[in-house]
């Protein structure tokens, strides 16, 4: 089941929504375009074992 999460754009700061597929691991790190300003952010997603909710952490290609 996918389940959704909003971060902030890195570059210009926008509220986004992006989909997460959990099935994928625990783990993940991908690239995704920002849908306002179309700048590739490196998302990190990954499972807070004691709260069992997804963290979702917004960087620039540079960081």
Known sequence: ML?????HCPY???LIEIVIDPSAGDYQQYIEDCFVCCRPIVLTV???FETNQLQVY???ENE
Do not use: L, N, Y
């Not at 389940?3 to 971060?7: D, R």
């Open 3 to 7: 389940e959704t999460e909003k971060t």
């Open 12 to 14: 210009c700061g926008e």
């Open 46 to 48: 990954s499972t807070d």
């Open 58 to 60: 917004a960087a620039t």
